[in-house]
């Protein structure tokens, strides 16, 4: 029987719309990053230059310490404390929001600190998930970067009219839609720790034999909403652009835009996942 997404779509906005606590650890989540990024944008100041200035000398140069030559910089130390933040809490919250989706579909209460305390018992393979996650997305990211600089070679030889600027578009699409599949294929790994009690291996396996067996629909569940995320990836691939003909804070503003955007999106896409794994695995009935 084909699975109903429009349904499931349907039912996770009505759980959202009627039990906004679902949408706590995004908010959790958004505002460790921000102040992340806080703590970035005003890195060249003592007494945070004390921590930061080092680091940045050594991996960027002297001249990126200041104020506004350190925004250019900005958006790739914000990246990396995003991978620090999504292997050592983001991924726990995430787990936090699929628990208050178990108690909410079995009518038992969401008490806060019993969903934290029982969630709490697996950290470190939620932990682990991070690790193995991030990994797998880097592999992608390098493999996939060297590929299109060969793809661009040979092509630019070809028809060499092609604006390089039109590669740099084809590179950032293909990294984001290559994204999407991972994720089509690792999605349902914390749902199935929560929901059904699996160890991690399990459901990294098992996540992996549902996204073959139902590739479609699960691209089907989760491409759209990350396709209203598509716009902020581009602002910030071109955040450098965007700097020179704005202002040096427009990549402040994209990125605090991408934080907020995904409370909503990355809640969402967790919850149509955990509605999925509800029905495929525990018999719910969509």
């Not at 349904?7 to 989540?29: D, G, H, Y």
């Not at 945070?48 to 680091?55: A, E, Q, T």
């Amino acid at each position: 029987m084909k699975y109903n997404i429009r349904k499931n779509w349907t039912e996770t906005v009505e759980l959202m719309a009627k039990n906004p606590r679902v949408l706590m650890p995004f908010i959790f989540i958004a505002f460790f990053e921000i102040l992340a990024l806080e703590l970035i944008y005003f890195s060249p100041r003592w007494p945070i230059s004390l921590v930061v200035d080092p680091i940045v000398k050594k991996f960027f140069g002297e001249g990126l310490t200041h104020y506004p030559a350190h925004l250019a910089i900005l958006g790739k130390l914000f990246y990396y404390s995003q991978i620090f933040i999504y292997i050592s809490v983001s991924v726990f919250l995430t787990a936090v929001t699929v628990q208050i989706f178990k108690n909410t579909k079995a009518g038992l209460p969401v008490i806060t600190g019993a969903v934290i305390k029982n969630v709490a018992k697996r950290y470190f393979s939620f932990m682990a998930y991070g690790i193995l996650f991030i990994a797998l997305m880097m592999v992608i990211e390098k493999g996939s970067g060297f590929v299109f600089f060969k793809a661009t070679r040979f092509i630019s030889r070809l028809i060499p009219q092609i604006p390089i600027r039109v590669f740099g578009l084809a590179s950032i699409l293909g990294v984001f839609f290559l994204n999407v599949i991972l994720q089509a294929f690792m999605i349902s790994v914390v749902p199935l720790i929560v929901l059904a009690n699996k160890p991690l291996v399990k459901a990294v396996v098992r996540s992996v034999t549902l996204a073959v067996k139902n590739f479609p629909t699960i691209i089907g569940l989760v491409l759209l909403p990350y396709l209203v995320y598509l716009p902020v990836v581009l602002l910030k691939s071109f955040s450098g652009a965007i700097m020179d003909k704005t202002v040096p804070e427009s990549v402040v503003l994209v990125t605090v835009l991408g934080s907020v955007l995904s409370i909503f999106i990355d809640c969402f896409v967790i919850l149509v996942a955990a509605q999925f794994v509800a029905d495929k695995e525990l018999g719910v009935g969509s």
